[in-house]
C-alpha cells in the first residue's frame, strides 16, 4: 500500500468524524483567519472508466464547482481577486471573511466549464499561465503516462543503459507504475527532463506533445478571458519546473519570459505569480526572495492555510487550499474542515502564518 492511498483511507476514516462531531468550530476563531485562497486545476465532466488517482484528484466537475460557490455563498463570504487581496493585506478589509478561487496551469475547460459559471454568478477567478501550455510546447507527461499504463499489460524503460520493466496488469500495478517512473521522471529537470520524457514517450509512439493540443489554453481564449474584468491572470512560468532546482538566473528567466509573454498576448500587466508544484520540497526562501525581486503584488504557493494579517509581510508566498472532490468524497460539507482550520492546523502543526 503506497502513501497516497494510505493517506486516502485516512481522509475516508477522519474526515466524516471530525465534520459530524464538529471539532472544526474549536479551531475557527484561531484558523479560519481573513478568508481563503482556493486552488484548482481543471474543471470538466467526470471521466468514464479506471482513472489514475492522481490525475483525477486535479479535476473538479462544474457541479462541485458551483456547488463550492454556494457553500460559501451561504456562508456569506466576499468573493475576492486577487489585487482585492493585495488591498485587503495592506489594511482595507472588508469586514467579511473572503474567498478567491485560483486555477493553475492553464486548461482549456478553465474556458469552456469555468468561465461560464463565474460569469453566470458574477465572481472573479484568476489563472496562472504556463505558457508552454498555449505555446504546445508542454509536454502532460502525466496524462500521456496515465493512458499508456491503462493501455498496455507492462511498459519498458531504457534510461542510462537500463532497461526496466514496469507492470500495468492490475490497478494496484498501474498506480504504481505510474507513480514509479514519475518519480525517475522527476530525477532531472529544465531541457533535461523535457528531452527524457520526449524519448520515453516518442520509444512507445507517442506524440509528446498531444495532450498540449488537446487540454490547453489557446493564445486566443486567454486574451479573450484578460478583456473580462471577473478575470485575473497571472504567471506560473514557461515550462513549470521545480524552481528549487534552477540557478537563480535560470529561475527569473523562468518567471520573467512568462509575464512578459502574457502580457504580450493579453496587452494588460501581469502583476501575480504561482510557483510551479508550490510545496516546501520546490520552492523556499531563495525562490521566495526572487519573485519579491521581480515586483509581483502576490505570489502563491500550495501550502495549505487560511489567510492572516500577517501575511501582509508574506505577500510572496500565500497559501492555499486544494479543492480535491475525490479527496472529499464530494462532500462539499468537507470544506468546512478547511476554511475554519482544522485540517491546515494539524497538517502545519498549529502554525497560522503559514511561509515556509
Known amino acids: 500500500m503506497n502513501i497516497k492511498t494510505v493517506k486516502r483511507t485516512l481522509a475516508n476514516v477522519t474526515f466524516p468524524a471530525m465534520w459530524h462531531t464538529k471539532s472544526y468550530l474549536l479551531t475557527r476563531p484561531f484558523f479560519s483567519g481573513l478568508g481563503s485562497i482556493l486552488m484548482f ?3 470538466c465532466p467526470e471521466q468514464p472508466g479506471p482513472r489514475i488517482r492522481g490525475n483525477s484528484g486535479l479535476e473538479v466537475t462544474p457541479e462541485y464547482l ?3 460557490i454556494k457553500y460559501f455563498m451561504r456562508n456569506d463570504y466576499e ?6 487581496i493585495y488591498e485587503i493585506l495592506n489594511g482595507k478589509p472588508s469586514g467579511k471573511k473572503f474567498v478567491a478561487y485560483t486555477f493553475d496551469d492553464g486548461y482549456v475547460d478553465n474556458f469552456t466549464h469555468a468561465f461560464p459559471i463565474f460569469k453566470r454568478y458574477n465572481i472573479p477567478f484568476s489563472i496562472y499561465v504556463t505558457t508552454n501550455f498555449p505555446d504546445r510546447e508542454a509536454v502532460m507527461w502525466w496524462y500521456l503516462l496515465e493512458d499508456l499504463v491503462l493501455e498496455k499489460k507492462n511498459i519498458e524503460w531504457t534510461f542510462e543503459g537500463h532497461t526496466r520493466k514496469f507492470s500495468c496488469a492490475t490497478e494496484a500495478d498501474r498506480e504504481m507504475t505510474f507513480h514509479r517512473l514519475r518519480t525517475e521522471f522527476s530525477k532531472s529537470d529544465g531541457s533535461l527532463a523535457q528531452n527524457h520524457l520526449i524519448r ?6 507517442i506524440d509528446p506533445h498531444l495532450k498540449s493540443r488537446e487540454l490547453a489554453l489557446n493564445w ?4 479573450e478571458m484578460s478583456g473580462h474584468p471577473l478575470v485575473t491572470l497571472g504567471a506560473h512560468t514557461v515550462s513549470h519546473p521545480a524552481l528549487n532546482k534552477l540557478t537563480d538566473r535560470d529561475v527569473i528567466q523562468e518567471i520573467e519570459q512568462s509575464r512578459e509573454k502574457i502580457q504580450t498576448w493579453t496587452g494588460r500587466k501581469v502583476e501575480h505569480f504561482s510557483y510551479p508544484f508550490g510545496t516546501r520540497a520546490e520552492a523556499g526562501e531563495r525562490e521566495f ?9 502576490t505570489a502563491t504557493t500550495t501550502r495549505p492555510a487560511n489567510i492572516f494579517p500577517g501575511h501582509r509581510y508574506h505577500k510572496e508566498c500565500l497559501p492555499r487550499i486544494l479543492i480535491n472532490e475525490k479527496r472529499d468524497n464530494r ?4 470544506l468546512d474542515l478547511w476554511t475554519h482550520g482544522l485540517l491546515p492546523c ?3 502543526k498549529f502554525t497560522r502564518v503559514v511561509t515556509a
Do not use: M, P, W
Not at 220 to 223: G, L, S
Not at 331 to 334: D, H, L, P, R, V
Open 220 to 223: 486566443e481564449q486567454i486574451a
Open 200 to 205: 520515453f514517450f516518442e520509444s512507445h509512439q
Open 41 to 43: 486545476h481543471r474543471v
Open 66 to 68: 458551483e456547488a463550492t
Open 289 to 297: 526572495a526572487i519573485v519579491k525581486s521581480c515586483g509581483f503584488k
Open 79 to 84: 468573493f475576492v481577486s486577487l489585487d482585492r
Open 346 to 348: 494539524i497538517l502545519n
Open 331 to 334: 462532500e462539499i460539507q468537507y
